[in-house]
């Protein structure tokens, strides 16, 4: 594991990342602080977003929720009624 200033770390970004792409890992500090840690990025270990996400919300939702028309108002800020203030729609 290497120390690097932020100062070499901007002046150095490129060759301080191939070091990580081969895969050193790299702190940054600030004085003789430890601030941030430089490490390759594992793909593999990424969430993989599943199916369900949603499905404590399956009977909850009522089933015609998106068949029903739209009320008349509904229908108006649609058509931009309410986009303009002082605007009537008109």
Do not use: C
Request: hydrophobic share 35%; glycine share 8%.
């Amino acid at each position: 594991m290497t120390v690097v200033t932020i100062h070499k770390a901007k002046t150095e970004l490129s060759k301080l990342l191939a070091r990580v792409e081969a895969g050193e890992e790299i702190v940054i500090a600030r004085g003789d602080e430890p601030i941030a840690r430089l490490v390759p990025f594992d793909k593999q270990k990424q969430p993989v977003r599943g199916y369900g996400r949603f499905a404590h919300l399956r009977d909850k939702l009522p089933t015609n929720l998106f068949l029903e028309p739209m009320s008349e108002d509904e229908l108006q800020a649609w058509e931009g009624k309410y986009s303009f203030p002082g605007d009537n729609g008109q």
